[in-house]
């Protein structure tokens, strides 16, 4: 497997858990490695093939919002460059190849097992729950709701973490029950705060941030925010010109793949459960050139392979 499309890694560092699409490795008491493999998954499997570039793509645009973050709250990266990684952590000059681009030297924290999730219009579980109850985790919401409405202001919508399978909505008086008033309030806080900063940053760019989701951290008595940050596989980022309330719309993630897979299952070549089938060389291609076309327009310019020690692939 080429640096291009990376499936996994193997590197001389404790593994601490290997995920849905990261590695994750501690260095010492203070820090951790995270590497975004281009593992893939899609109805809850984790497809057989990598989807090239997918990995750095989260990776750069993580590291990207971060920078533009910094000093409105807390983070936990302390560097998205090979060199630098390397430079902090020599063991893993033998593994460049293998880390260009997709790795993140990080502070350790405390992970908070809740999804602060955001929602700024009504899609995916949302939708489905307010077709058939008119709620959002048993809460109810205003009557007359159409698939992909705006939802003035956004709802704070927390989750359960889930390594497989889908994150669980609940309240935000389980939220509470669970990691206390005053944290909830205010990972509901930062939370808003991000996701309206994302909000601006992409709407004059044509784009439209529906909903987000963040992961925090304690270390040393302070909120983190940690993990991936508003990337395509965290939110959910639709054209604002081909917006139309009604019905489901484009994003800018893993569609082709999901609208290949959905082909598949309706025709009853796969039951939608593991194993995957074997994706065709053309769903890959469209996949991978879909998320970096969601890096272009949301940073303004195209990734910078040269830059990060990547070879073009052909």
């Known amino acids: 497997m080429s640096a291009v499309a990376l499936l996994q890694t193997d590197l001389p560092l404790p593994l601490v858990r290997r995920g849905k699409v990261r590695d994750v490795y501690e260095v010492d008491a203070d820090r951790l490695l995270l590497v975004t493999t281009d593992r893939i998954s899609a109805f809850d499997v984790v497809m057989h093939e990598a989807i090239p570039y997918k990995g750095v793509v989260l990776t750069q645009l993580t590291a990207w919002w971060l920078e533009q973050l910094t000093g409105r709250l807390e983070h936990h990266l302390i560097s998205a460059d090979t060199n630098a990684i390397i430079a902090a952590v020599p063991a893993l000059a033998p593994y460049r190849d293998a880390l260009a681009g997709r790795s993140m030297l990080t502070l350790k924290?405390?992970?908070?097992?809740?999804?602060?999730?955001?929602?700024?219009?009504?899609?995916?579980?949302?939708?489905?729950?307010y077709q058939s109850t008119g709620t959002l985790a048993g809460e109810a919401l205003a009557t007359g709701l159409r698939e992909s409405d705006r939802l003035s202001p956004a709802i704070f919508s927390p989750a359960t973490k889930a390594e497989t399978g889908h994150d669980e909505n609940i309240t935000i008086g389980t939220m509470v029950r669970q990691v206390g008033a005053d944290t909830a309030a205010t990972l509901e806080r930062l939370a808003r705060s991000v996701y309206e900063f994302g909000r601006a940053t992409a709407e004059p760019r044509g784009i439209i941030l529906a909903d987000t989701k963040f992961e925090f951290g304690w270390r040393n008595g302070s909120l983190l925010l940690i993990d991936e940050v508003l990337t395509p596989d965290s939110s959910r980022f639709w054209p604002a010109d081909t917006y139309e309330p009604g019905h489901g719309q484009p994003s800018f993630d893993k569609q082709p793949l999901r609208?290949?897979?959905?082909?598949?299952?309706k025709a009853g070549r796969w039951n939608g459960e593991a194993p995957p089938p074997t994706l065709p060389p053309e769903v890959i291609r469209t996949t991978s050139l879909r998320y970096r076309d969601a890096f272009l327009r949301l940073t303004g310019a195209p990734l910078d392979l040269a830059r990060l020690g990547l070879p073009e692939d052909r």
């Open 109 to 129: 924290a405390d992970v908070i097992p809740i999804e602060c999730v955001i929602r700024g219009y009504i899609t995916g579980s949302a939708w489905k729950e």
């Open 259 to 265: 609208d290949w897979l959905d082909v598949e299952r």
